[in-house]
Structures are given as C-alpha cells and as structure tokens.
C-alpha cells in the first residue's frame, strides 16, 4: 500500500460530498422553480411539475 491512500481516501470522500451537496442543492433549486412557476401560472396546470 501506498503512503498516499489516506490522503486519497479522505479526497475522495470530500469530492463524494461536495458533489451531494451540489446535487442537493440543484435539486433545491428545481423544486423551488417549479413552485414559483405553478404559483405564478395556476396549479392546475401540472405540465410544469417534472
């Protein structure tokens, strides 16, 4: 085993959630555009909820 796994093992994981984070937060975004959207244009229109 080389010296760097740890490192790299703690780099790696960091990425992993930085990159969760990220998807949580575009996730976040998109719902809350699209509540924004169907409050402005009606609920009833359920074209806009992807």
Do not use: H
């Not at 998807?23 to 992807?50: A, T």
Request: charged fraction near 10%.
């Amino acid at each position: 085993m080389p010296q760097l796994s740890p490192l790299m093992w703690i780099f790696s994981t960091i990425m992993i959630i930085m990159i969760m984070m990220m998807m949580n937060v575009l996730f976040f975004l998109k719902n809350s555009f699209i509540n924004i959207y169907s409050f402005k244009y009606g609920f009833n229109n359920k074209k806009w909820y992807w």
